[in-house]
């Protein structure tokens, strides 16, 4: 069975989410940065790990100005990854409920007239 390829409107190349069990968790190692989450989201993902939203936070959240973001945990000097990355089965632990910035990946702004970087990221853009 082929998978469909996911395209968005005003992105020249396409995402193929097969390569996503190949790649080893590419977009979810590397430098050190922020994963972005919603309170909505953080809902689901305290349910999703049988923790109330006030342990989930004590626990995987780091308040950044007036945002919140997952924390990371570091892998090597300049390597990091979201707290929820599996580093044995390279892939997410709570990807049934990710944040809607994971979710989107590729299709991120910073990609939208840069097709060369977005494929430095992801061997999953044709």
């Known amino acids: 069975m082929q998978n469909a390829l996911m395209e968005k409107e005003g992105y020249s190349y396409k995402f193929d989410s097969s390569a996503c069990e190949e ?3 590419h ?3 590397g430098e050190s ?3 972005w989450t919603k309170y909505d989201e953080i809902i689901n993902m305290a349910a999703f ?3 109330s939203v006030e342990e989930f936070a004590t626990m995987y959240l780091k308040k950044v100005k007036h945002r919140y ?3 990371e945990k ?3 000097p300049d390597n990091f990854a979201c707290i929820f990355f599996d580093e044995e089965k390279k892939r997410c632990t709570i ?3 990710r944040p809607l910035q994971c979710r ?3 299709f991120w702004e910073q990609f939208r007239n840069d097709e060369d970087e977005v494929r430095k990221e992801c061997p999953g853009i044709v």
């Open 23 to 25: 790649c080893g968790g």
């Open 95 to 97: 990807y049934p409920v």
């Open 27 to 29: 977009c979810c190692t």
């Open 104 to 106: 989107t990946f590729p």
């Open 33 to 35: 940065g922020y994963i």
């Open 74 to 76: 570091q892998l090597a």
């Open 69 to 71: 973001s997952l924390v």
């Open 49 to 51: 790990v049988n923790l």
